[in-house]
């Protein structure tokens, strides 16, 4: 009888903690908050400080950031092929600055 408690008792427990409710976490591109935090100009480059943030419940571990903008000529505009990408490591946010030469 005391076997037959004992396995019982182990099969509630497992039935219980097996079936604890869990939440689905999905990805939300709302959760990310872009943000330029300075820009220096210079006569031959500018300088862009870019702050990303991540408020949602999923830790991103690897971040790859693409960055366009136009390039602005005397004559028109033109394509900027400059491409940003950056790691994350769990305990540190990740620092990019990042700087495109003017064309003159």
Avoid: A, H
Avoid at 31 to 46: A, F, G, H, P, V
Avoid at 75 to 81: H, I, R
């Amino acid at each position: 009888m005391r076997r037959f408690i004992l396995i019982f008792l182990i099969l509630l427990i497992t039935f219980l903690t097996g079936c604890s409710p869990t939440e689905d976490y999905r990805f939300n591109d709302k959760d990310i908050k872009i943000s330029l935090t300075n820009q220096e100009n210079n006569d031959e480059y500018r300088t862009y400080s870019i702050e990303v943030k991540n408020t949602g419940k999923l830790e991103i571990k690897y971040l790859n950031f693409y960055l366009y903008y136009p390039v602005i000529l005397t004559n028109g505009s033109k394509g900027n092929p400059f491409k940003i990408e950056g790691k994350t490591d769990i305990s540190k946010p990740i620092n990019w600055i990042g700087y495109s030469k003017l064309d003159r």
